[in-house]
């Protein structure tokens, strides 16, 4: 059988919009992976193998499964959406018998926070090879098979977790995939997503969370999960440059900026000593001068936001303002 010639992630950065949507998210996914030791022996075309098959065996069960829908619609509110993303969890849940790992809902609820540091447990051939996943490769399952139906269905972010979502640029529907293993499945309103994760308002308008993400923002996201792993393995120094390119693929998302910014002030301290400008010491104490300084009290700006350029010497006034905290 011959191999077919997969795109690097070097290739995926350059291609335009239109180029990348045509990339299949398990690609996409498993190129990110093998960029970590661990993984760099991956063979993707094993994994979209798996994937094409599933998503094949899916589509011939449409069928017959659609005529359950057509014999009582009102069953499911006349929803043919809801029907079929429906079935896209009933097929990972009952036919493939895929579910959350369960030792991480018990690490979870005991510390409160995930540690990830088998990189198996955030990319899709860790959940393609043991049949159990997290938030990070379930949605993603989700997503490959939904794609592969017809559905217009991508990753959508919650926070730091992953739904698959469903938006067709008319209808939409949210996906929590982690609900496995219970013979159904979830599908909740942004409305409840916000107050379940309690998140403010200002995470879903701002462009973040509860959107469909674009095939750059998910590449993003993947990248995002590497540099995850590199933290969790205290490797800050590689995984800042991987928050650094996440945060450039998907610079709304709210959850890379946390994550970015955490990694970078504590690689901050390798480069600079107690007392110089850029040591997390004194970025405390500019940070305490921005903030405790009321904004009516700050010096107004130069009126260049008329201007298309701004020159030299007006970015230098800019900058000093903002270090003195005026």
């Known amino acids: 059988m011959s191999m077919i010639v997969q795109p690097t992630v070097a290739q995926m950065l350059a291609m335009p919009n239109d180029e990348l949507r045509s990339v299949d998210p398990v690609v996409m996914n498993l190129a990110v992976a093998k960029g970590l030791s661990a993984l760099a022996d991956l063979d993707i075309d094993h994994y979209v193998r798996i994937a094409d098959e599933w998503g094949r065996d899916l589509a011939m069960r449409l069928p017959t499964l659609e005529q359950e829908f057509h014999n009582s619609p009102q069953n499911w509110d006349n929803d043919i959406v809801m029907f079929k993303l429906g079935l896209v969890c009933w097929y990972v849940d009952e036919v493939q018998g895929?579910?959350?790992?369960?030792?991480?809902?018990?690490?979870?609820?005991?510390?409160?926070?995930?540690?990830?540091?088998?990189?198996?447990?955030?990319?899709?051939?860790?959940?393609?090879?043991?049949?159990?996943?997290?938030?990070?490769?379930?949605?993603?399952?989700?997503?490959?098979?939904?794609?592969?139906?017809?559905?217009?269905?991508?990753?959508?972010?919650?926070?730091?977790?992953?739904?698959?979502?469903?938006?067709?640029?008319?209808?939409?529907?949210?996906?929590?995939?982690?609900?496995?293993?219970?013979?159904?499945?979830?599908?909740?309103?942004?409305?409840?997503?916000?107050?379940?994760?309690?998140?403010?308002?200002?995470?879903?308008?701002?462009g973040s969370d509860l959107r469909a993400v674009t095939p750059r923002e998910m590449l993003g996201l993947f990248v995002g999960l590497r540099a995850r792993h590199l933290e969790n393995t205290n490797r800050m120094v590689q995984a800042e440059p991987d928050y650094l390119l996440a945060r450039y693929l998907f610079p709304n998302c709210r959850s890379l900026y946390v994550a970015q910014n955490q990694t970078s002030v504590q690689c901050s301290m390798n480069l600079f000593d107690p007392g110089e400008k850029g040591h997390p010491i004194e970025l405390h104490r500019w940070l305490q001068e921005v903030v405790t300084v009321a904004p009516w009290k700050r010096k107004p700006l130069l009126q260049t936001q008329q201007k298309e350029t701004l020159n030299g010497s007006v970015v230098d006034d800019f900058f000093s303002q903002i270090t003195v905290g005026m």
């Open 98 to 206: 895929v579910g959350y790992r369960e030792d991480h809902i018990e690490a979870q609820q005991r510390t409160g926070r995930m540690v990830y540091t088998d990189p198996n447990d955030l990319f899709l051939n860790g959940l393609l090879d043991t049949g159990r996943g997290t938030c990070a490769n379930l949605a993603l399952l989700h997503v490959v098979l939904g794609q592969r139906i017809g559905l217009p269905v991508s990753l959508a972010c919650v926070g730091s977790h992953f739904i698959c979502r469903y938006d067709d640029g008319v209808t939409t529907r949210n996906i929590e995939a982690t609900e496995t293993g219970r013979g159904g499945f979830s599908s909740q309103t942004d409305e409840y997503i916000l107050k379940k994760h309690k998140l403010p308002l200002t995470a879903q308008t701002c």
